[in-house]
């Protein structure tokens, strides 16, 4: 795959139900949809710890592609923060931040971005879908139909 790749991540969580879900979309230079995937995370804590879900489980997924020249873009400041600072995170939730890092050291080309939510429709969209659903959920070049009126709206920003 020629240029650089897009990889919005987002977590949705409820405090009083202890889980979140996770969905994260790979998308080209063209904002057109790679793959997506979406499911319910159980026993977190808070926003915070399912965005770091977030952010894992779409790192792992570009190790598993063998892809790189990867944008990851998140719009929790609080995780972007904590995954590319260099010193090591002692916070209760620092295990899977320098997980997170071990992978972004193992992987070429990546960078790890801030984005605003307006940009991450389709991430949130996901994220939704898997916090609602009991199964895992992934997409292959097609992107789901829940989702495609927020990805044609991110394609036209993304094409303007």
């Known amino acids: ?40 995370v159980p026993n977190v804590s808070s926003a915070y710890h399912i965005e770091l879900f977030a952010i894992k489980s779409g790192l792992e997924i570009i190790q598993a592609l063998g892809l790189s020249n990867i944008a990851l873009m998140s719009d929790c400041l609080e995780a972007v923060k904590a995954v590319t600072e260099e010193d090591q ?28 939510r307006t940009a991450n429709h389709v991430a949130h969209r996901l994220a939704g ?3 609602d659903s009991d199964i895992h959920m992934e997409w292959f070049f097609q992107a789901p139909e829940s989702v495609l009126d927020a990805l044609q709206y991110d394609c036209n920003r993304m094409n303007h």
């Not at 020629?2 to 969580?13: F, I, K, P, T």
């Not at 931040?97 to 990546?110: A, F, H, R």
């Open 1 to 40: 795959m020629v240029g650089m790749l897009c990889l919005n991540v987002d977590g949705a969580y409820v405090s009083s139900l202890q889980h979140g879900g996770i969905g994260d979309v790979l998308r080209n230079v063209k904002g057109e949809f790679i793959t997506g995937f979406a499911y319910r």
């Open 89 to 116: 995170d002692l916070s209760s939730l620092g295990t899977i931040v320098e997980d997170i890092k071990g992978l972004l050291g193992e992987l070429q080309s990546i960078g790890v971005h801030h984005t605003y």
């Open 129 to 131: 879908l898997g916090f």
